[in-house]
Structure formats: structure tokens, C-alpha cells
T-cell receptor, first 116, second 113 residues
Framework: DGGITQSPKYLFRKEGQNVTLSCEQNLNHDAMYWYRQDPGQGLRLIYYSQIVNDFQKGDIAEGYSVSREKKESFPLTVTSAQKNPTAFYLC???????????????FGSGTQLSVL | GQQVMQIPQYQHVQEGEDFTTYCNSS?????IQWYKQRPGGHPVFLIQLVKSGEVKKQKRLTFQFGEAKKNSSLHITATQTTDVGTYFCAGGAGGTSYGKLTFGQGTILTVHP
């Protein structure tokens, strides 16, 4: 089945620890995104990438890092600099093939990150 | 930066009643999208509106895009328990913001049988 796979489903972070969230897609989409979801605040964009080896900061990039070494993969690292990391993290992808700005997003099932 | 406000934050309805959620952008949008997130799930794309004044229907759901392309609404007629979830609007600015969407806070819909 085509889709986006996020792992793990639940993740716990200790004080001062970096953790990495995995996101893999087999939709052959060019663009990939990371969103953070907090109750009552909707989805906020952390980072996005439109092509391999290139990515841009979103609205809340501080304390996070990403890489895009392969088209299929866009891992997110939550660093110790992120002081309030507890949230639901959603990875998404979209096609840019049509040339239409803002193609629809396909989301993974998310990772719930909590601080111990 | 671009802001998208969505109201109401919560809506409780009896099954069979109608429901509407509204979305307002601080800037003119190139397009607006609507997503539904079931409890415990992830957002799923419902529709995209691109043209000024556009109206689209999907069965009991009616989506509108304002003439100024700064506001939008989603109306559900005769709600059912399967409509439960959070509805998000997401605005696209186009241009240099290619690929980026700004999400509203979402409206959490509860349907009482």
C-alpha cells in the first residue's frame, strides 16, 4: 500500500536528550513536511523540503533539525534545545508534479512525544 | 506572517442538526484546503478551493471560498455520528510560499446521538 509511515508511535525523551522521529513515504512525492500539533493550536509547520538535500525552516523551527538525503525519507530530530517538546508530531508529503502551489497533503499517523 | 483564524473552537450538536465552521485569513490566499481529523487519527484531505466565490459540495458537506479569498466556511447538513472529529482549514499563500500551508486552530465537532 502506498502511504506515509511514521515511527515510533509513542516516544519518550529524557532531559537533555536528542530524539529522532522517522518519516518514510512511498508515494514518490517531492515535498515533505513536519508539523507539530498541540491541543487548541492546530498544526504548526516545523520544517519542509521540496527536493532532496534541501529544506527550509517553517514557523517554529527552533530546537529542531531535519535532513533529506533520500526522496523517501525526512527524519526530524528534536534536540535538547527544544524546551517544550511534548506534542503530537505529524509528517506529511505532497506532489509538486502538477505545478499547482499547495497540492493536498497526505499525512502519516503521527508520533506522540512526551518528556520523562 | 500569515495567520488563519478558525471559529468556533468547539461545537456540540445533536444528531441531525447542522454545523458550520468559519475560517478567516489575515492575508489574501491563493487557495484554501479543508481537512478532517478523527479522534486519535491524522488529518485527511477533504477538498481544495481555488477560485474567488467558489462553492463545492460533497454529499452533506458544503464548502465556500469568499469573494476576497480571505475567508471560507464548511457547512454540514444533518450531522451524523460519523461526522465527529476536528475540522481544519489550511490556507495557501502561493508565490514564494509554494508548498506551505497555514492551518487554522481547528473546530472540534461532537455529535450527540
Amino acid at each position: 500500500d502506498g502511504g506515509i509511515t511514521q515511527s515510533p508511535k509513542y516516544l519518550f525523551r529524557k532531559e537533555g536528550q536528542n530524539v529522532t522521529l522517522s518519516c518514510e513515504q512511498n508515494l514518490n512525492h517531492d515535498a515533505m513536511y513536519w508539523y507539530r500539533q498541540d491541543p487548541g493550536q492546530g498544526l504548526r509547520l516545523i520544517y519542509y523540503s521540496q527536493i532532496v538535500n534541501d529544506f527550509q525552516k517553517g514557523d517554529i523551527a527552533e530546537g529542531y533539525s531535519v535532513s533529506r538525503e533520500k526522496k523517501e525519507s525526512f527524519p526530524l530530530t528534536v534536540t535538547s534545545a527544544q524546551k517544550n517538546p511534548t506534542a503530537f508530531y505529524l509528517c506529511a508529503s505532497s506532489s509538486l508534479a502538477s505545478g499547482i502551489p499547495n497540492e493536498k497533503l497526505f499525512f502519516g499517523s503521527g508520533t506522540q512525544l512526551s518528556v520523562l | 506572517g500569515q495567520q488563519v483564524m478558525q471559529i468556533p473552537q468547539y461545537q456540540h450538536v445533536q444528531e441531525g442538526e447542522d454545523f458550520t465552521t468559519y475560517c478567516n485569513s489575515s492575508t489574501t490566499l491563493s487557495n484554501i484546503q479543508w481537512y478532517k481529523q478523527r479522534p486519535g487519527g491524522h488529518p485527511v484531505f477533504l477538498i481544495q478551493l481555488v477560485k474567488s466565490g467558489e462553492v463545492k459540495k460533497q454529499k452533506r458537506l458544503t464548502f465556500q471560498f469568499g469573494e476576497a479569498k480571505k475567508n471560507s466556511s464548511l457547512h454540514i447538513t444533518a450531522t451524523q455520528t460519523t461526522d465527529v472529529g476536528t475540522y481544519f482549514c489550511a490556507g495557501g499563500a502561493g508565490g514564494t510560499s509554494y508548498g506551505k500551508l497555514t492551518f487554522g486552530q481547528g473546530t472540534i465537532l461532537t455529535v450527540h446521538p
